[in-house]
């Protein structure tokens, strides 16, 4: 009996003892997140257009003028988006962007530019006190939405564009009513991407251990792409120019 007594205590003593060693590997097994921050560099650029307007019935005539920059528009860097694109692995259940707007306020699209995974619901808000309208001629995202009265709110889902080269894809907006506002969706296939600071800087944290291709969208200069590769709980500094 003490020889049964002893033998079960020691099979509960191993039992428990591969659990706690099981624990101890699984936990070692977990690696380190990376990090990447960066300065980009834009060309100079020092152009001056002339908007065309349409549909001025449907503006308010006390309303501040619609060639009024806001920030989005001044600065190009909180138009610049940069994003990275694992190679060494794959990304299940591609996580959905929350809380997408795009404002339609002094008859301007704000952000320009908006970033966010496929599949993610955009909402298109006039907060003009003037009828605006949305709309895309981009294949594979061909939409419009008709004329919108003020504070009107329009939710539009982002499709997975077959077409996308380098798993970017800009879809173009207009409105048919004031004919120089114009805005991109930026459809992404990647969760790891983010906007630029006034100044240029960016940080993308908690990145996998990989092989990356990172890309710098920005509508007005070429595509910039560069292929990276992170260690665990390495913090990558970057210097980005970008050429029209």
């Keep these: 009996m003490r020889l049964l007594s002893f033998a079960c205590g020691l099979l509960f003593f191993c039992f428990f003892s591969d659990l706690s060693d ?3 590997i699984a936990q070692e097994s977990v690696l380190e ?14 152009t001056s257009s002339t908007r065309n307007f349409r549909g001025s019935a449907y503006r308010n005539r006390g309303n501040s003028s619609s060639t009024s ?11 610049t988006i940069v994003s990275v694109h694992p190679l ?27 970033p966010v995974t496929i599949g993610s619901t955009v909402q298109f808000v006039n907060n003009d006190s003037f009828y605006h309208n949305v709309f895309s001629l981009t294949p594979g995202a061909r939409f419009n939405i008709g004329r919108r009265p003020t504070g009107d709110v329009y939710s539009k889902e982002v499709p997975a564009l077959k077409w996308k080269v380098s798993g970017l894809g800009p879809i173009d907006l207009f409105c ?3 004919t120089q506002m114009n805005a991109i969706i930026l459809s992404l296939d990647t969760p790891y991407f ?30 910039f792409t560069q292929r990276l590769t992170l260690e665990e709980s390495e913090n990558k500094e970057l210097s980005l120019t970008l050429t029209n």
């Design 22 to 24: 099981s624990k101890v």
């Design 33 to 46: 997140a990376a990090q990447i921050a960066g300065q980009v560099t834009l060309p100079s650029t020092s």
């Design 69 to 79: 920059q806001n920030n989005s528009e001044s600065n190009p860097y909180v138009n």
């Design 88 to 114: 060494s692995f794959s990304i299940d259940n591609l996580p959905i962007s929350d809380s997408v707007r795009i404002v339609q306020e002094n008859a301007v699209f704000t952000p320009q530019v908006t």
């Design 176 to 178: 048919d009513i004031h």
């Design 194 to 223: 983010t906007r630029l600071e006034e100044d240029g800087t960016f940080t993308l944290k908690n990145l996998q251990p990989g092989t990356y291709e990172l890309r710098v969208y920005n509508r007005n200069t070429e595509l």
